[in-house]
């Protein structure tokens, strides 16, 4: 004999999962979507790995134009 009536509780828990879980992927789409708008732009992306890049460098930049 198994119970099958589904009390009040149980509702208002899975309207609450489901609203969690509705936020959960808007959040995860938004971080998805400014990745993908980051790499995006292509060869114009550097980072500080570490070495020394002189294009980095505002100050090499501006000893170059003198």
């Given at each position: 004999?198994?119970?099958?009536?589904?009390?009040?509780?149980?509702?208002?828990?899975?309207?609450?999962?489901?609203?969690?879980?509705?936020?959960?992927?808007?959040?995860?789409?938004?971080?998805?979507?400014?990745t993908i708008?980051?790499?995006s732009?292509?060869?114009?992306?550097?980072?500080?790995?570490?070495?020394?890049?002189?294009?980095?460098?505002?100050?090499?930049?501006?000893?170059?134009?003198?």
């Open positions: 004999m198994s119970i099958t009536r589904e009390h009040d509780l149980h509702k208002r828990r899975s309207g609450r999962n489901i609203g969690l879980a509705v936020v959960l992927v808007g959040f995860i789409a938004l971080v998805f979507g400014l708008a980051k790499v732009g292509g060869s114009a992306l550097q980072a500080f790995d570490h070495s020394y890049r002189p294009s980095l460098d505002p100050d090499h930049v501006r000893f170059q134009q003198r």
